[in-house]
């Protein structure tokens, strides 16, 4: 098959003199001349038993060296049974794709692993249980993660960078720390499915951090609240009767109803019916809503409380802070047993002598049930609001045991406001 049949300067004087028609430089390479100074070169050839023809550029654009390589490319394609039109048209589009995936590069440089992460806090807004969880959300990030790579393009994060925010934290703060990491993690993957950033996720556990940081399950010792005794319970709530202010009523609701002390603050006068306090799901840890049976030392508190409650509105606090509209926060109940604690030696601690904090309270009901009462512990659990671990057990025991938690709260209320205190004697001492 002859090529290259025309020169350069003839092709110039076929285009001037502009007579129409086609000029071959073989191998299916033509010069389609339409006017004076248009021009055009065409590929022609056959496959499979149809003729067709691809063009491949303007005489004025394309020299004829490089029109011949295009060619040839051509030749090449139908050699092997490939239409040079469809494979212009599949490189077009490769190339469109090229182009595209280069400015979504580019734009996705632009974006912060900051403004990543608040797109995704925005984005599952609705999931979160409460505002204060979505706002420990953005806390634990700001002050942890955005100092160190926050405003770098989330697309170039790196583990050295997921390091770097996370090891002077590990170790005395692990807790805090794996949250962090998690949230790393949270944002990175739903970057990765805005198409902000590609590959594998740097702040995943499991074959990646695992390797370079301890297992803080295995290396931190969980420190438990520090809880009164039991049988100093009486005395203690007699302490708390004598203390003034709002936190220190509430502190005694929380201690009766083994509440959390966050489930106390947000209570508020709507949810109060008759003999029962029903914590909405929204508030409540484990996310479902908690029937509370009130005994009649809780309903002696919600009396005292209830001058406060001035403008009969169901959603108002029960224990208001003192801004209009402000819950107490946790640290008031904590200041309510930092004053009785004021002087040379602590008075209420736990065994190993720890000043004893509001949460520990919910353990020493848990300590009190086990050496005084009968009940099985799934009441009791119950009555802590305990999510049960097991999901299938879970799935099958749906009801709240109100009836069966009725009683044990009357009694501990009966126990803890000192009625039959004077000679307490457990079970397990009865026994032996």
């Known amino acids: 098959m002859a090529t290259n049949k025309l020169t350069h300067l003839a092709a110039i004087n076929l285009v001037k003199a502009g007579k129409k028609g086609r000029t071959g430089d073989g191998g299916g390479l033509w010069l389609d001349v339409r006017a004076p100074d248009r021009a055009a070169w065409v590929f022609r050839y056959t496959l499979h038993g149809f003729s067709r023809e691809v063009g491949l550029g303007a005489f004025r654009d394309v020299k004829l060296a490089d029109v011949r390589d295009r060619a040839a490319s051509c030749r090449e394609q139908v050699s092997k049974g490939v239409h040079p039109c469809d494979q212009r048209v599949a490189d077009e589009e490769a190339a469109v794709d090229a182009t595209r995936a280069a400015a979504a590069a580019a734009d996705a440089e632009k974006i912060t692993f900051r403004f990543a992460a608040e797109a995704r806090i925005e984005a599952k807004g609705a ?3 409460n505002p204060k969880h979505r706002q420990q959300w953005g806390s634990t990030l700001a002050a942890y993660v955005y100092p160190v790579f926050g405003d770098r393009p989330v697309s170039s994060v790196t583990r050295e960078d997921v390091l770097r925010a996370l090891q002077p934290i590990w170790s005395t703060k692990p807790e805090t720390a794996t949250r962090v990491r998690q949230r790393i993690e949270v944002v990175l993957d739903y970057a990765a499915s ?27 010792r969980v420190q438990h609240h520090p809880a009164l005794p039991w049988n100093r319970m009486p005395a203690m709530m007699e302490a708390l009767k004598m203390s003034e202010g709002m936190g220190a009523l509430a502190l005694r609701f929380a201690i009766l109803t083994a509440a959390r002390s966050g489930e106390v603050r947000g209570a508020t006068w709507g949810e109060v019916n008759g003999t029962t306090w029903t914590v909405p799901g929204s508030r409540m840890k484990a996310g479902r809503t908690h029937r509370v049976p009130l005994s009649a030392a809780a309903l002696d508190i919600l009396a005292q409380a209830r001058p406060f409650w001035r403008s009969n509105d169901p959603s108002a606090l029960i224990f208001p802070g003192e801004k209009v509209g402000r819950s107490l926060s946790d640290m008031t109940l904590a200041a309510v047993i930092k004053r009785l604690n004021k002087g040379d030696s602590a008075a209420w601690v736990d065994h190993a002598g720890q000043p004893v904090v509001p949460h520990g309270f919910r353990s020493t009901f848990r300590d009190w049930c086990a050496d005084n009462r009968q009940e099985p512990s799934d009441v009791v659990e119950k009555a802590l609001a305990h999510a049960i671990s097991n999901q299938t057990e879970a799935a099958y025991r749906r009801g709240d045991l109100y009836d069966r938690r009725a009683p044990l709260m009357e009694a501990w209320s009966s126990f803890c406001v000192g009625a ?3 000679n307490v004697v457990s079970i397990r001492q009865a026994r032996s």
């Open 420 to 422: 039959g205190a004077g």
């Open 127 to 129: 999931e979160y249980r």
């Open 194 to 220: 805005r198409d902000w950033r590609s590959g594998a996720n740097p702040a995943t556990w499991r074959g990646n951090l695992s390797h370079l940081l301890p297992s803080t399950k295995k290396t931190v």
